[in-house]
């Protein structure tokens, strides 16, 4: 019959009981599985950590739903979307006329015009008190002015409201013979036409369509160009 190997024992060589060989036995075996189960476990930590998916950019690492941090911040500077559901401007006439530079008197569809072929010299912008060139202010509409038209009957104070109303650039105000309406706002291919130079449309419009997006070339000079006669400013 075998018998169980005695374990050695460093600090004595007297005999042992079967008990104490046995109980040696058990806690050797005992501290080889604790060993075993300890590096199992440090190695399910160190697959874990190589195999956990990184934060998204911009996000902090386990922060998700309403009121998170460290998500990315806003691009500076970027243009911002126009607010859904914007009530449009009540009255507006659209059009589709083609810009085109010509060197003679143009027969317009609209009164006064708002677009189409015109002198490639564009109008000056600013005030006067008598009529402009056709020609000539439609260049400028093609450079993204409002054109401010009014009838000569007009009051002078209706004129001086007109005027205050509308911004400081990129602006032409001038009387219209035969123009049907008291006031007519034109801008390329959009026209608006009021009964008051107290209409509160008039910053609307202006505010939409001055170098706007119906221009075929907004922001471009609105100056240096034609001074024509009567400029009050």
């Known amino acids: 019959m075998l018998k169980t190997p005695v374990p050695a024992d460093d ?14 036995v058990w ?3 005992f501290g080889l599985a604790l060993g075993v189960l300890a590096a199992v476990a440090v190695s399910a930590l160190l697959v874990s950590s190589v195999l956990a998916p990184a934060s998204a950019p911009g996000e902090s690492a386990g922060t998700t739903g309403a009121g998170a941090t460290g998500a990315a911040p806003a691009t500076p500077n970027a243009t911002p979307a126009a607010t859904p559901g914007a009530a449009p401007i009540a ?15 143009v027969a317009y569809p ?3 015009p708002a677009g189409g072929p015109h002198s490639p010299v564009w109008l ?3 005030v006067y008190d008598r009529p402009v060139p056709n020609e000539n202010a439609v260049h400028s509409l093609e450079h993204g002015a409002v054109w401010a038209t009014y009838d000569p009957a007009l ?4 004129v001086s409201a007109l005027r205050a109303a509308l911004p400081g650039d990129h602006v032409l105000v001038s009387p219209y013979p035969g123009l049907g309406s008291p006031v007519v706002l034109t801008a390329w291919n959009v026209q608006l ?8 449309r008039i910053p609307a419009f202006a505010a939409a369509y001055r170098n706007g997006p119906t221009a075929p070339e907004p922001g471009e000079s609105c100056s240096g160009a034609l001074d024509a006669p009567g400029t009050v400013g």
């Open 11 to 24: 600090t004595t060589d007297a005999p042992r009981s079967p008990r104490e060989v046995k109980r040696l």
């Open 27 to 29: 806690n050797r075996r």
């Open 110 to 112: 609209q009164t006064p």
């Open 91 to 105: 009255g507006l006439e659209t059009f589709a006329n083609k810009p085109s530079h010509v060197t003679t008197s």
């Open 124 to 126: 000056d912008c600013g």
């Open 193 to 200: 036409r009021l009964d008051s130079a107290a209409d509160p």
């Open 155 to 158: 009051a002078p104070a209706e």
